[in-house]
C-alpha cells in the first residue's frame, strides 16, 4: 500500500473542494455570518503565508489562539498545522498568569486574538516572554496590547494581514507524526499540563467523531459545537466536519441560554455538543419559552457527567436524545460514547445510556486496583480507569511534566474511577480525588449529585467530601433550588433516601445561588471543599434519621 501520510492537509483540502459548499456559521448577536468551507480553504493559505512570509513563522513554532468558536478561529485550526507550525489553543477562562504560563510553556510566537479579548489578553501579554506578534480578529482597539508590552509585539489586523496574499499554499508533506496542535489541560490541581497532538492522532480521532458509534456526522449535518475551540480542540468537531461535510454552526461569544435557543431555532442543527451545564440552563429557557428545536435530534453531552434527570427531561419534554459521551484532554478527548448495544430497548437501554459509553477500538481500556493490579472487566470491580490507543497522550510536553503519576508502562491512568463491563461500557462513580471515604467504605459523589438532581426542585447539586471526627470524611450537599422552591433539607434527604443506601445520606446541607464552574464549565469542588473550609457556606447539619 502507498505510504501516504495522515495529515491535517488532506482534511483541509477535502473539505474545501468536495465539500466546499458546506458552511461555518458564525453568531454575531445580529445577522449571522457565513463562510463556505472553500472560503475557509482560501483563508487557511491566506493565513499561512502571511505567517510565514510576513510573521516569519517556520518550523514547528507554535502559533497560538485565544478566540471564541468562530470563523477565523476555524481557518487558524486549519492554517497553522497545514504549514507545520504548531496550533495552540489558549483558554481564554484562565486567570492572566495561568494563561501567560502556558504560552511560556509551549513558547508562543504568534497570539490570534478576537478584537472583544483585547482586554483580557493585554493581563497576561506583559508576562508572555517568547510572543513577538498579535494577529487582531475585528476592529477593536488594539491599544492596551500595546501598553503591556511596548515595542516587543508586532500588532497586525487580520484583514489587512491576508488582504491580497494567494488564496493556495502549497502545504508541505510533514511527518504524521509530527504536533500538529496543543491544548493544555484546565489544571484544577498544580500547574496546566501540556498535550500535544500529532497529525495522525488528529485524523484518526476524527475518523472515529464521525463513525456512527461516535458522534456520526455526515454531510447532511449541522452541527452546533458550543464545546469551546480551546476546550480539547472542541471535542475534534472541526476536524471532524471538514471530513464527514458537516457544516458547522459557531456561537462565538453567545453562550446564554437564551441566544443558543435563537441559534437553533434560525440555523436548525441536526447536533449539537457541550458540557452538562450548558443543557441545564437551556432546559431551563426550553421549558419556559416556545422555541423551534425539532431540527435537533441529538446533543452529546460530555466533559462531566451527565444526570440522568437532564436525559430525560430533553428526551421527555423536548423529543431532544442526550447521548453522553466521556473523554480527557488527553485522549483528543474521545474515550466512550453512550449508544445501547443492538437490542436494548426501554429501560435495559437508558441504564446503558446512563454509562459514560462503549470504547471505540482505537481506545483500550481496563480497570485497576490501588497497586495497578489489572482487575476484570466484569462490570462490577471497581478500580481506576486506564486507557491506551493511538490517540492518547504518552507523555506531556516538557521535562518538567509530571509523568511518572501519570503514566504506567504504557497507559495513561485517568484519575476517573468506576467499572468496565465485558462488552466495553464504563460506568464512572467518581474522580478518584472527589470520592467520599467514611468511615472506610467509598461514597460516590456522583451518584448523589445525579439522585439530587431529579428532584423536581434542584436545579443543580453538587457534593463532596469534608472532614468529619467520626467517620473522617462525610458528604456535604450543596443545592441550587428552583426559583420560587422552598423544599427544605429534610425533604432533600428524604428523597434520596428513594435511591441512596441509608448510611450514605448526607447530614450537612447548604443552599447556594451557583455551583462555582471551573474554566471549561464542569462543578469546581476544589472551591466548594474551600468555601467549606472558610466557613463561607451558611451549612445546616441534620441529626443522623
Ligand atoms: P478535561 O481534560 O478537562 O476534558 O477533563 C477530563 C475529565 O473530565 C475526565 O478525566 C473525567 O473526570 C471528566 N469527565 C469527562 N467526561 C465525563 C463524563 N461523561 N462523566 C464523568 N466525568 C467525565
Known sequence: ????????????????????????????????????????????????????????????????????????????????????????????????????????????????????????????????????????????????????????????????????????????????????????????????????????SIYLHSLQICMPEGFGLGPTDRELAIVPMFHAMSWGLPYAAFLSGA?????????????????????????????????????????????????????????????????????????IEVVHAWGMTEMSPLGSVSRPPAGATGEEAWRYRYTQGRVPAGVQARIVGPLGEPLPADGTSVGELEVRGPWVAARYVGDDAPDAEKFRDGWLRTGDVGTLSPDGFITLTDRAKDVIKSGGEWISSVELENALMAHPDVVEACVVGVPDERWGERPLATVVLREGAEVGAEQLRDFLAGSVARWQLPERWAVIDAVPKTSVGKFDKKVVRSRYAEGDLTVRELAAP
Not at 59 to 76: K, S, Y
Not at 110 to 139: N, Y
Not at 302 to 310: E, K, Q, R
Request: net charge negative.
Open 1 to 200: 500500500m502507498m505510504d501516504a501520510p495522515l495529515q491535517i492537509a488532506r482534511i483541509l483540502d477535502h473539505g474545501s473542494t468536495v465539500h466546499g459548499t458546506a458552511e461555518v456559521v458564525t453568531w454575531t448577536g445580529a445577522e449571522p455570518r457565513r463562510m463556505s468551507y472553500a472560503e475557509v480553504g482560501r483563508q487557511a493559505a491566506r493565513l499561512a503565508h502571511a505567517l510565514r512570509e510576513e510573521l516569519g513563522v517556520t518550523g514547528d513554532e507554535r502559533v497560538a489562539t485565544f478566540m471564541w468558536n468562530n470563523a477565523e478561529h476555524l481557518v487558524a485550526y486549519f492554517a497553522v498545522p497545514s504549514m507545520g507550525a504548531v496550533l495552540h489553543t489558549l483558554n481564554l477562562r484562565l486567570f492572566p498568569d495561568q494563561v501567560s504560563y502556558i504560552a511560556n510553556h509551549a513558547e508562543d510566537r504568534v497570539v490570534i486574538v478576537d478584537s472583544t479579548l483585547i482586554p483580557l489578553l493585554a493581563k497576561a501579554i506583559g508576562a508572555m516572554t517568547t510572543v513577538r506578534h498579535v494577529v487582531v480578529v475585528g476592529g477593536g482597539d488594539p491599544a492596551p496590547l500595546l501598553a503591556a508590552t511596548g515595542d516587543r509585539v508586532a500588532v497586525h489586523r487580520w484583514e489587512e494581514l491576508l488582504a491580497g496574499r494567494p488564496d493556495r499554499y502549497d502545504w508541505p508533506e510533514v511527518d504524521e507524526r509530527d504536533a500538529a496542535a496543543l491544548c493544555y489541560t484546565s489544571g484544577t490541581t498544580g500547574n496546566p499540563k501540556g498535550v500535544a497532538y500529532s497529525h495522525r
Open 247 to 319: 457544516s458547522l454552526i459557531m456561537p462565538d461569544r453567545f453562550l446564554q441560554a437564551e441566544p443558543i435557543a435563537a441559534m437553533i431555532a434560525a440555523e436548525r442543527p441536526t447536533l449539537a455538543g457541550a458540557v452538562p451545564t450548558i443543557w441545564t440552563d437551556l432546559l431551563s429557557y426550553l421549558d419556559a419559552h416556545d422555541v423551534d428545536t425539532s431540527s435537533l435530534t441529538e446533543v452529546i453531552v460530555g466533559g462531566s457527567a451527565c444526570p440522568p434527570a437532564l436525559m430525560h427531561a430533553f428526551s421527555e419534554r423536548h423529543g
